[in-house]
């Protein structure tokens, strides 16, 4: 074991080139997530004035989870190949450009086409912005960074229901997606101007593993959204499904061949690679499948309008903008295993606890604390995963790790939304709020059980040692 030792001043120059890292990355990542949460309070507006059917209004939803998991792991080693700077510029201008085609969709085709280009363009964003992130901080800062990286994007769950609720009732719901276009376009050059270019260590792109990796996720993601309306037992699952399985079983036999692996399959070796992985999985399973109710049995459950609903969640998600801050810095020296697990032990706590409570007569302050503790397990978590990841491989494979992290968060995302889905189904239904709310406490619970599924996973991570991060 060496000994640990302070690490050198950075230059005034060197500080300031990494905020501009920081802060770029950062207001980037949170307009993908905004736009992955902003959508949901606006869905009866776009049905109204685009009559759009039930499964059009899904697929609002499920396009831009859809292209997004599908393209992360590709966006990762074309950032590594031509540039980590330069692919997610290009994914900012992607994603600004189909905001500008969703804001002005004449009917629902064109809106879920402009969200599968939104998608798109937030894959070859947030792994390459990890992946800058992480390249222009050493890792005994890297904790820190991240905190407030997550801290900023954690602005997004608070924000979502709010801005969407305050757009449809104020404005008009095009605007959740214009306001993309002139931020998309400051990012863009700062980018460009601000952030030093890097690079992976291999030239060469595995076209068929990029091929499996997206099979892989395309056949998982589309079956999980196809379980709401096709039933759970049908083949329009369960094929596509099991499909996405063997396509990601043939991308770890092919890593393992490969001259020049997307994903060298060493990195899991280590214990905190893999674990810091199986735990955003469940993390944001949990997480987006517990906003996702939370905003309907507001609505559906207590008869909220859109607005009033974004301003209950609120507090809930105002404690991702100050715990992830907090939560950095004291990972980097107490290690990410308390946070994960205490994080999530707690969030899964809140859930039961709301699941309890839960009815139609309910008043707020009975979930208040509640959705207090929940976001504060939340934010507890999120910058831990990040950091025991991207703590755990050498620069040179920044990019790769980075790709998988994104990768694994968005498929736990589409996978707990599904079985919160499937919870909800077999115990209530949307008939009167007596019956969604029967529905909810099941979903809760299940948001509950992945919680607990995913502070197991965190219990695998290790006390992290100063020299860990070399190997590799």
Not at 99 to 127: E, N
Not at 198 to 206: E, T
Not at 359 to 384: E, K, Q, R
Request: overall charge positive; some cysteine.
């Amino acid at each position: 074991m060496g000994t640990r030792t302070s690490p050198t001043p950075a230059p005034a120059a060197e500080r300031i080139r990494r905020r501009w890292v920081l802060a770029v990355t950062a207001v980037a990542s949170l307009m993908v997530v905004l736009d992955a949460l902003v959508v949901a309070t606006a869905l009866t507006a776009i049905r109204t004035d685009l009559g759009a059917s039930a499964a059009e209004l899904e697929w609002t939803v499920n396009a831009y989870g859809l292209s997004f998991a599908v393209l992360l792991v590709t966006a990762a080693a074309a950032g590594d190949r031509w540039g980590r700077r330069r692919v997610f510029a290009a994914g900012v201008t992607v994603f600004a450009g189909a905001s500008l085609i969703c804001a002005v969709a004449p009917d629902a085709g064109t809106l879920i086409a402009g969200r599968v280009l939104q998608g798109a363009g937030a894959a070859f964003v947030m792994p390459l912005a990890l992946a800058l992130l992480g390249a222009a901080f050493p890792p005994e800062q890297r904790p820190t960074a991240l905190g407030v990286f997550a801290s900023v994007s954690g602005v997004a769950v608070p924000l979502g229901p709010l801005l969407g609720g305050a757009v449809v009732e104020g404005v008009s719901w095009p605007w959740i997606f214009w306001i993309n276009v002139p931020v998309g376009i400051a990012l863009v050059c700062f980018a460009l101007t601000r952030i030093e270019e890097s690079r992976g260590p291999d030239p060469a792109i595995d076209v068929p593993g990029l091929v499996l990796a997206g099979a892989g996720s395309f056949g998982v993601v589309w079956g999980l959204a196809q379980g709401s309306t096709a039933g759970w037992t049908g083949v329009a699952v369960a094929g596509p499904v099991a499909g996405g399985l063997l396509a990601f079983g043939a991308f770890a036999v092919r890593q393992r061949r490969a001259v020049h692996p997307m994903l060298p399959l060493h990195l899991f070796r280590s214990r905190r690679f893999a674990a810091g992985n199986a735990v955003i999985f469940f993390h944001w399973a949990s997480a987006l499948g517990a906003v996702f109710f939370m905003a309907q049995f507001l609505q559906d459950g207590l008869g909220y309008r859109p607005l009033a609903a974004g301003l209950a969640l609120a507090p809930w998600g105002l404690t991702t903008t100050v715990v992830p801050q907090v939560a950095g810095r004291l990972a980097g020296r107490f290690g990410e295993r308390p946070f994960v697990v205490g994080g999530l032990g707690l969030h899964g706590l809140a859930m039961l606890w709301i699941a309890l409570v839960a009815a139609p007569a309910i008043g707020y302050w009975a979930i208040a604390v509640p959705l207090v503790l929940s976001g504060t397990g939340i934010a507890l978590c999120l910058p831990a995963a990040q950091s025991a990841v991207l703590t755990s491989v050498a620069p040179r494979f920044l990019g790769k790790a980075s790709g998988a992290f994104s990768a694994m968060r968005q498929l736990g995302g589409a996978f707990g939304v599904a079985v919160l889905v499937l919870g909800f189904s077999l115990t209530g239904s949307y008939a009167s709020p007596g019956a969604f709310t029967d529905g909810f406490t099941a979903a809760a619970v299940v948001s509950a059980v992945l919680a607990a599924a995913g502070a197991l996973a965190g219990w695998a991570i290790p006390r992290r040692e100063p020299e860990e991060h070399d190997h590799a």
